[in-house]
């Protein structure tokens, strides 16, 4: 028998809180609170508790093991048990007043008090105030489930030129490949739920695939839930307010619609809301027709997966692409609005220049970095690969497999295909993204953003093939031992 408990609080940040973007100014606007659903799960054998939020810096090692071990002291759930969710919702504010370090996942590491923001703090507080309601309100639930198929809200952002070479596909690329463009998506929209003995939902667990980027506008902040948490405010609306966890799936090269379109920021906003009642409306749809689980347990299990690197790339190749960042940076500080591409990247021209130039400049550092190992002949050390966690567990009849990375979406199709459930359900953005972007080997070796995201990092070098395959193959694996 399961039994669960589920609440869900709201925060409004601070009135001077930073923006996430990367011109690290204040939030500019407010439109709503930002939302945090917790739930407590428990068996006869053993509990599992997920945190799932709306706000983007829950999923950082530093600051996801706070909420990790306040969860696991208040709840005497173990740690490796508490799990951490975030809808990566980019309209949000920082809580944490440490600048993030890609390519250096600390798996082991809290920030300390001083270096949480006041809505990190009260944050922190937050949860330790939910969690203390959550065992004495356990009951046992029954488990359900169903899926939609939701095809309006995202769009493949991978394109590929005549001559092969690979790009993001943004707003202006979009239209150009036709209005109602989507390519090749994730469209499953699983809506799980926990109902207790009376017939009522004691929580839904809901998830879908996409960034979380048509309000979002990366020089001008604002704080606004996305269609994440639109889509949820609708489903829980349906169902008296019942709590509503969303977990995002494996979303590196999937984007909402018209997302970094330049439009007015009220436009981009209730374009996003649309997204969100959209995707609500087919949650609420799949809601109505849902099958029982013929499982009542839990169970939950752990791998580490090594990520080999390629060797490093040609020193003639890096010192051609120095040539190319130093350039287009100079184009960018002359004001040329001819400079939209460099290196692999592509920019829509709503970006700022100093937008266009932030966004290089770590690449610049990564090239100077490579080109700084060869100088070396091996006197500095040569990073050969990262090794990454993943967690697969299940809830009755429906298995998840969380990955602390942005996976691809053949991640999560592999892992679903390879599934021996009723039912699986793909998750990227778990407790920690510092490895940023992981392809699946289909997509690995491409210099478009969502391909090279390494180049982020001063760690890191390209995946040697199969890339995250190897992920989705730990996934499975977990999984069919849980049968």
Not at 263 to 271: D, L, M, T, W, Y
Not at 454 to 465: D, H, N, W
Request: with cysteine; aromatic share 10%.
């Amino acid at each position: 028998m399961i039994k669960a408990a589920a609440e869900t609080f709201s925060m409004v940040p601070a009135a001077d809180a930073a923006g996430q973007k990367l011109t690290f100014g204040h939030v500019q606007k407010i439109f709503t609170p930002l939302k945090t659903t917790i739930i407590l799960l428990q068996d006869d054998n053993q509990s599992i508790c997920l945190l799932t939020s709306h706000w983007l810096g829950v999923h950082y090692y530093q600051f996801s093991n706070i909420l990790r071990k306040t969860l696991s002291d208040a709840l005497g759930v173990p740690f490796s048990h508490v799990l951490v969710f975030g809808s990566h919702n980019h309209c949000s504010a920082a809580l944490t007043s440490q600048s993030r370090v890609f390519g250096q996942p600390m798996e082991k590491l809290f920030l300390s008090e001083d270096q949480l923001t006041t809505d990190g703090q009260q944050f922190v507080s937050e949860t330790r105030r939910t969690a203390e309601k959550l065992r004495r309100n356990l009951r046992p639930v029954t488990v359900s489930w169903g899926e939609g198929r939701e095809r309006r809200i995202t769009h493949n952002n991978k394109g590929y030129r005549p001559d092969g070479r690979t790009y993001m596909i943004r707003h202006p690329e979009r239209m150009q490949l036709g209005e109602n463009f989507t390519g090749d998506i994730d469209d499953h929209a699983p809506v799980i739920a926990l109902t207790d003995n009376r017939g009522y939902p004691a929580a839904f667990i809901v998830q879908f695939t996409g960034h979380p980027t048509t309000a979002y506008h990366p020089d001008y902040a604002v704080v606004h839930g996305e269609y994440p948490q639109i889509a949820c405010d609708d489903l829980s609306a349906a169902y008296g307010n019942v709590p509503v966890a969303f977990i995002q799936g494996c979303a590196a090269d999937s984007y909402s619609v018209e997302s970094f379109a330049g439009k007015a920021v009220g436009e981009a906003v209730s374009r996003a809301e649309s997204n969100g009642h959209l995707l609500g409306e087919t949650y609420t749809a799949t809601s109505r027709k849902l099958q029982n689980s013929q499982s009542s347990t839990l169970a939950l299990a752990w791998d580490q997966v090594r990520l080999p690197f390629e060797l490093l790339p040609s020193l003639e190749q890096m010192r051609e692409q120095l040539d190319e960042l130093d350039h287009f940076s100079a184009r960018c500080q002359e004001g040329d609005d001819g400079a939209l591409e460099c290196v692999g990247l592509n920019f829509p021209a709503s970006f700022s220049f100093e937008h266009r130039i932030n966004l290089v400049e770590p690449v610049r550092q990564w090239v100077k970095w490579i080109i700084e190992l060869h100088q070396a002949h091996g006197r500095l050390g040569i990073p050969e690969g990262v090794t990454t966690p993943v967690v697969s567990f299940c809830i009755g009849d429906v298995g998840f497999s969380g990955l602390a990375c942005e996976p691809f979406m053949g991640i999560g199709r592999q892992i679903r295909s390879g599934s021996p459930f009723p039912i699986t359900v793909p998750c990227g953005y778990v407790n920690d993204t510092s490895l940023v972007n992981i392809p699946d080997s289909q997509n690995n070796g491409d210099l478009d953003f969502m391909s090279s995201t390494y180049r982020y990092t001063k760690t890191m070098l390209p995946y040697k093939q199969p890339a995250g395959d190897l992920l989705a193959a730990s996934a499975v694996s977990m999984l069919k031992r849980m049968v």
